[in-house]
């Protein structure tokens, strides 16, 4: 595994992003519960106020176990570990990022900025979190429409942002996206995320992708794969708790 499992999920994520250089997202942007999905669009958003996942990260020949707890359009927490040892953590809100290294004893405590130095992409809270949830990916703002067509039990839904095409399939029989792919004609750099394994949640309405498959694309090389299945999900079951602290004698890194 990763010397540094707890951002191998995150590196996964982000790294969808990287694949496009360049900026999908700014800095920061309005909480999504103020840009509902559009009456057009067909997509049911997973709605909760707090989630928990337990899972595996597997990403190239690099695995970890993954315990994900979310208070949705708030809080992402995430820890990894392997053979039950955590060996990281990270703590995300809509402006701040923190990062535990629990192997070389350092820590990281910052703004977006961080990841986006470190990964070489842009980020924020709304793209992680819709990546996670397998949520529709809205444009960044409402001067961006959409073009929506029906192809048999599929909604296509495409658009062109910062010079990127931007794909998804919505399954109209559960209303929850299948696919999700991002293009960048001119590099031919490209990632198609396909959602699957939906199976439904207590107290909740929409059922839930127990399965991400991601696949990356850059230019001519080799494609990089990245799974993540989720085993035990439950929604408001019980109000989450956030811990993160730490611990005496940790470096921190700038």
């Known amino acids: 595994m990763s010397n540094r499992p707890a951002l191998l999920l995150l590196s996964a994520l ?23 999905v559009p009456e057009a669009v067909r997509a049911a958003n997973l709605d909760f106020r707090f989630m928990t996942a337990k899972g595996k990260a597997q990403f190239g020949d690099q695995s970890g176990n993954i315990n994900l707890r979310i208070r949705k359009d708030s809080v992402i927490w995430l820890s990894a570990s392997l053979i039950g040892i955590e060996g990281g953590r990270v703590l ?4 701040s990022v923190q990062v535990l290294d629990k192997l070389h004893r350092e820590y990281y405590a910052g703004d977006y900025a961080y990841l986006s130095k470190r990964l070489n ?12 949830l397998g949520n529709y990916l809205a444009p960044i703002g409402i001067e961006t429409q959409p073009s929506i067509g029906t192809e048999g039990t599929v909604q296509r839904i495409r658009y062109e942002q910062a ?8 399954d109209l029989a559960q209303g929850r996206p ?11 750099n490209q990632f198609t995320v396909d959602y699957s ?3 439904a949640l207590d107290r909740a309405t929409q059922p839930f992708a127990f399965e991400t498959q991601v696949q990356v694309q850059q230019g001519k090389a ?4 990245i799974t993540l299945t989720y085993r035990d999900v439950d929604v408001d079951k ?4 956030f811990p993160f602290s730490v611990p005496k004698g940790y470096v921190r890194k700038k």
Do not use: Y
């Open 14 to 36: 982000t790294l969808l992003l990287g694949s496009c250089n360049r900026k999908l997202l700014t800095a920061r942007t309005k909480p999504s519960t103020t840009n509902p």
């Open 92 to 95: 995300i809100t809509r402006d």
């Open 121 to 132: 992409v842009p980020v924020n809270f709304d793209m992680i979190q819709a990546l996670l």
């Open 163 to 170: 010079g990127l095409l931007i794909m998804q399939l919505i």
């Open 178 to 188: 299948r696919q999700l792919m991002v293009k960048d004609a001119g590099n031919e």
């Open 197 to 199: 394994d939906f199976r």
């Open 222 to 225: 080799t494609p990089t794969n």
């Open 238 to 241: 019980e109000q989450l708790q």
